[in-house]
């Protein structure tokens, strides 16, 4: 009986894991491009606006087809859906390497976006399939992998890229085939469970809402908001953190991209923590702690020498990404028996959000300076005081 019970347990286990992985590469893949941009800007002579548009393209890429790939594999699951989204980002890498002119690398972003539009929302339905209940847990081993990759890029940047050349990110055309053969596994496991029962019986339960639909709108709304409050401040320091480094404090372009990957793996460690602590405490208490939380680190940010601003980055990083899992599984719990459209609708919308933000920030930063991004920027923790705007945990599962 015991055995019996371990092995699904495993099973789920490895699954989640090979989920995590997978994602580990994919923003591997995607954060090689911002990662990129002091190269590209000095290869190119790119003006910050051209980067913020480059930011923008695969940003709204990535969050075009999201909603509605979570809306298909929510009715009818497609098992090898994941694996495609893994060869557009392979694709998306391999023009990245022989681009010659400003158009291909706007291709390229969108390649590797379109990659990103197809793996989040199915990969984050299948994972929540796979949590055996824990589904902070889940979320948040899922969502570290692509934290993780996120930190990873960077680094790969400096010590392999930077030496190199650009042609060298065709190397990391092996990480994405990697991917492709894990996750043809992994859609073989999803046919073998019979994804498309589960799917039914949840599809049957949409009717049954926990609240009012009006008040489930207003709760999506103010979740939505939250949401464009964490990422569009991710977004100035993953798109903008390298050039004020360079600018700031005379920082080498190595320098600076070590100095990002702190801050992003910081935001790695805090979404792991988040999710358990989600199962544990709750959605709202994770949401107020890492939103209003991150404020005064970031109100700081601006004004410290080069060492604060390293030591702020890292605690801003922690704080404020442990919030995107408890925000996604609430959202979930208001939308009974659609995880993949809910996964879609705010993966995506968190993608948008981050492609049009670096687009204005560009901008704000070309015409005022790199400073006044961050200043700007640190107030947006502020809209996380509409937490408490959010209906009470007990409702929703009542």
């Known amino acids: 009986m015991q055995a019996g019970q371990t092995a699904p347990e495993k099973t789920t286990l ?15 893949i995607q ?34 087809l999201q909603p509605a790939v979570g809306f298909v594999t929510d009715r009818k699951p497609r098992f090898r859906l994941l694996t495609l989204g893994m060869f557009f980002s392979l694709v998306g890498l391999m023009i990245l390497a022989g681009a010659h002119a400003y158009w291909v690398l ?24 796979a949590s055996g209940g824990r589904y902070g847990f889940a979320q948040s081993l899922f969502q570290v992998g692509g934290n993780a990759g996120t930190a990873l890029g960077p680094l790969l940047a400096a010590y392999i890229v930077l030496p190199l050349g650009q042609p060298s990110v065709a190397w990391f055309g092996a990480l ?10 992994v859609g073989s496991w999803a046919k073998a469970r019979h994804l498309e029962q589960a799917a039914r019986k949840a599809t049957a339960s949409v009717a049954a809402l ?44 190595r320098q600076s991209q070590i100095l990002l990957f702190l801050f992003l793996g910081a935001a790695a460690v805090g979404t792991l923590a988040g999710g358990p602590l989600t199962d544990k405490i709750g959605r709202k208490a994770v949401i107020w702690f890492s939103i209003v939380g991150a404020l005064p680190f ?3 940010l601006p004004y410290v020498d080069l060492f604060w601003t ?36 705010f993966f995506g919308f968190a993608f948008g959000m981050g492609g049009i933000a670096a687009a204005v920030l560009g901008a704000i930063a070309d015409a005022h300076g790199i400073r006044t991004v961050f200043v700007i920027c640190a107030f947006l923790p502020f809209l996380g005081l509409l937490t408490v705007l959010l209906p009470k945990e007990s409702d929703i599962r009542s």
């Open 14 to 28: 490895m699954v989640l894991l090979a989920l995590s992985l997978c994602h580990l590469l994919n923003d591997t």
């Open 31 to 64: 954060s090689l491009l911002p990662a990129l941009y002091p190269v590209l800007q000095e290869n190119y002579a790119l003006t910050f606006t051209q980067i913020g548009i480059l930011h923008f393209t695969f940003q709204v890429t990535a969050s075009l």
């Open 106 to 129: 706007l291709l390229a972003a969108a390649c590797v976006g379109l990659g990103s539009s197809i793996f989040h929302p199915d990969a984050s339905r299948v994972a929540r399939v």
């Open 176 to 185: 994405a085939l990697l991917g492709m053969i894990v996750l043809w596994h």
């Open 210 to 253: 926990p609240l009012p639909r009006g008040r489930v709108l207003y709760a999506i709304a103010i979740l939505a908001i939250l949401t464009f409050s964490k990422q569009v401040y991710t977004v100035s320091l993953s798109s903008f953190y390298t050039f004020y480094l360079i600018e700031t404090f005379d920082v080498s372009i």
């Open 298 to 300: 970031t109100l700081a």
């Open 310 to 345: 390293a030591a702020l980055s890292v605690v801003i990083g922690f704080v404020i990404s442990s919030a995107f899992s408890a925000i996604v599984v609430f959202a979930q719990e208001l939308v009974p028996g659609r995880v993949g459209l809910i996964a879609g609708i």
